[in-house]
């Protein structure tokens, strides 16, 4: 399958927790004021790769805690992005996905990618809440979810460090 990305990291440590394959997804329609990475927007920006392609490079990195799908909007390729998802869980690996939307507010068809994620960072980057000092955020509005304890509980939990 062919993905639309604007770039990869292969080894960040600023994406989530612990070392993490970020995979920048090209394409976002929100605009959000002071955004960082307005090169991601254009639907027909960046370039196709195949997805086999990028799980071989995360299959090969041993020292991988886990692969972040950013961008850009991840939701807007969901397939592709689940068919990702799906082989680093496969592997052993956690995964973090960032979203525009907020968790409330998920399109139906996220659901079998929100199956494969450990943790959501959702919301639209809002400039007048921006704080330097928050982690892995870059607006206080934004919310680190555990997905996992969200389900089971039914009600928002937060991702923690200590047991997250
Ligand atoms: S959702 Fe993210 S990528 Fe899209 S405009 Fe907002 S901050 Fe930028």
Redesign the pocket.
């Known amino acids: 399958m062919l993905i639309r990305i604007a770039g990869l990291v292969s080894e960040s440590y600023v994406d989530g927790d612990g070392i993490r394959f970020a995979i920048f997804m090209q394409g ?5 004021e ?5 090169e ?2 254009a639907l027909d920006g960046g370039r196709l790769v195949d997805t086999a392609k990028i799980i071989a490079k995360i299959k090969k990195n041993p020292l991988l805690d886990g692969i972040t799908l ?4 991840p939701l807007l390729q969901i397939d592709a992005a689940n068919e990702i998802a799906c082989a680093a869980k496969s592997f052993g690996l956690s995964v973090w996905c ?3 939307y907020n968790f409330e507010e998920l399109p139906h068809d996220a659901e079998p990618l929100l199956e494969n994620i450990d943790v959501l960072i959702d919301g ?2 809002i400039e007048r809440l921006r704080d330097l000092d928050l982690q892995f955020r ?1 607006s206080r509005n934004q919310r680190i979810i555990d997905i996992k304890k969200t389900r089971e509980q039914n009600k928002i939990v937060l991702w923690s460090e200590i047991g997250g």
Request: hydrophobic share 15%; net charge positive; aromatic share 10%.
């Open positions: 976002c329609l929100r605009r959000c002071g955004c960082h990475n307005p991601t927007h950013t961008g850009g909007e960032y979203t525009g639209a980057f870059g």
